[in-house]
């Protein structure tokens, strides 16, 4: 099964995600992860797209698409992939569609995260003061959030009219979104 988690910066997409890897064995494919990675070894690839995470800004579709595209066996091996933090543009997400075509595979169920914004405000405060991640300071976290609904939440019209957008109540407790998010899955398996 092949998921997307969706929904803007701090709905809680990486927590759920690593929930389901644990619990099902699936593969977290969080382009986020990858390249705080690429900056953390010092790469080149790492080189050119700090500042843009250090905006909030997105780094372009070609790169996230090649970086999904290079997991996407590992994935398949392990029974599927939870897609988090992509895609975010509609290029991309017709690319995924092609991508996981040629391999046989598509996308099962995107599951829509539903914060809303000053929830979303307060999580991220908290996040910047227990972990410190550059960008969820609070100027480039309002830009993170200006890019989600400028680019990103146009997916919601193209994953609906796939009809595989299921919409889940993001605002609870992690116990209790993580339930939900089962009972759309059990619905999909
Ligand atoms: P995230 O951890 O998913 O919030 O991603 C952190 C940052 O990485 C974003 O603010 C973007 O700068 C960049 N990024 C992550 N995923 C993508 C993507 N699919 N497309 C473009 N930029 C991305």
């Given at each position: 099964m092949n998921l997307i988690l969706f929904?803007?910066?701090?709905?809680?997409k990486g927590t759920q995600a690593k929930r389901l890897v644990e619990q099902r064995g699936m593969v977290q494919l969080s382009t986020g992860d990858m390249l705080r990675a690429a900056i953390a070894s010092g790469s080149e690839l790492g080189q050119k797209v700090k500042g843009v995470l250090d905006r909030g800004d997105l780094v372009t579709d070609e790169i996230v698409i090649a970086l999904i595209e290079e997991r996407l066996p590992e994935a398949e091996a392990a029974g599927g992939a939870i897609f988090?933090?992509?895609?975010?543009?509609v290029a991309q997400a017709q690319a995924l569609d092609v991508m996981l075509a040629k391999r046989g595979q598509k996308i099962d169920s995107v599951v829509r995260l539903e914060v809303d914004e000053p929830a979303l405000i307060e999580r991220i405060t908290k996040r910047y003061a227990e972990q410190?991640?550059?960008?969820?300071n609070p100027e480039t976290f309002v830009n993170r959030l200006a890019r989600y609904n400028a680019?990103?939440?146009?997916?919601l019209p193209y994953y609906r009219e796939q009809g595989k957008l299921v919409e889940v109540?993001?605002?609870?407790?992690v116990e209790a979104v993580a339930a939900s998010i089962d009972a759309t899955l059990t619905v999909v398996a």
């Open positions: 929904g803007p910066p701090g709905a809680g988090d933090g992509f895609p975010r543009t410190g991640r550059s960008d969820d680019d990103t939440a146009p997916l109540d993001g605002m609870g407790a």
